[in-house]
């Protein structure tokens, strides 16, 4: 009986600790440089052409580099940004996206009217990973139908299911030390 029941317990450990990964989050440090065009008004920043994606690190790294193959939404802002989805992006099988929350805070450069800085809090998603919470840096330079660069940089969060597989790996080998003292 012992022997079936320590069987168990290290066939359970075994299978704990060999389940599949699940995905995780976007990594802490992975970011995104993306270049376009873009127009503003006293409301809103607009894209009259699909943006470039320039560097791209950490787990973003396999998207590459690509030319015209990001799509930019309407920034809405007055005073505040209205959240929504800002880009995607698709290059390599792979898509990216920023979702931005409402509230990102906008500065306009002080003597340089049109040049605005937008910085706020969102959602980027990536093929093969979890929706991570990101921050995003967005500036404008000299205003109307000038280049635009703006970066996205995500930041890790606790990923509950891989630490609740590792606790369940931990209580497994544990339970079979505590059956072999026992034998």
Request: hydrophobic share 45%; net charge negative; proline share 4%.
């Amino acid at each position: 009986m012992k022997k079936a029941l320590l069987g168990a317990v290290a066939a359970l450990a075994i299978a704990a600790m060999a389940a599949p990964a699940m995905a995780g989050p976007i990594g802490a440090g992975s970011t995104l440089s993306i270049t376009g065009v873009n127009s503003v008004s006293e409301t809103q920043i607009t894209f009259p052409s699909e943006g470039s994606l320039l560097v791209s690190t950490g787990d973003f790294a396999a998207l590459g580099t690509c030319f015209e193959c990001v799509e930019l939404q309407t920034i809405t802002y007055a005073p505040t940004v209205n959240g929504g989805l800002l880009f995607t992006i698709t290059n390599n099988l792979l898509t990216t996206s920023f979702s931005l929350d409402d509230g990102a805070t906008v500065t306009e450069v002080a003597g340089s009217p049109g040049t605005l800085n937008i910085v706020g809090t969102g959602t980027a998603s990536l093929t093969g990973y979890d929706d991570t919470i990101g921050t995003l840096a967005f500036s404008t330079q000299n205003g109307l139908a000038q280049n635009v660069t703006f970066s996205a940089t995500v930041t890790a969060v606790p990923e509950p299911a891989s630490l609740a597989l590792f606790g369940t790996a931990l209580l497994g080998m544990g339970l079979v030390r505590r059956a072999r003292r026992k034998v």
